[in-house]
């Protein structure tokens, strides 16, 4: 059964940065795309990063520059590094992989960005 688990969220502030943790379980995460997902209070959920292997990745225009990815693939692990929080980045994040045609989630981590 493949799962994903995300943690590292956390109460930072403004400027402030966080590591979060994308850890797959039955499957091997490094062999597919997966992407980061965050749902602000009240909004819909939006897309955030995607990363294929070690250097296709791409990031939505809120976040460029500021949220990078690394990798332990011994650990079937994928790491998104938040720098430079804001306000707007408060929001549950979320990773996804589609495994064979079926999309997994994790349960998600709460980002908090607050003074």
């Known amino acids: 059964q493949a799962q994903l688990l995300e943690s590292g969220g956390g109460t930072v502030q403004p400027g402030g940065s966080l590591k979060l943790t994308c850890t797959a379980s039955?499957?091997?995460?490094?062999?597919?795309?997966m992407n980061w997902y965050r749902q602000a209070p009240g909004k819909e959920r939006e897309w955030v990063a995607h990363?294929?292997?070690?250097?296709?990745?791409y990031f939505a225009d809120s976040i460029k520059d500021r949220f990078t990815f690394s990798r332990d693939d011994a650990k079937n692990t994928v790491y998104l590094h938040l720098n430079n929080l804001k306000s707007e980045d408060t929001a549950v994040y979320y990773c996804?992989?589609?495994?064979?045609?079926?999309?997994?989630w994790g349960t998600g981590t709460l980002v908090t960005v607050s003074s």
């Open positions: 996804n992989a589609r495994v064979f045609g079926t999309e997994y």
């Open positions: 990363l294929f292997g070690s250097t296709s990745n």
């Open positions: 039955g499957f091997t995460l490094s062999r597919y795309a």
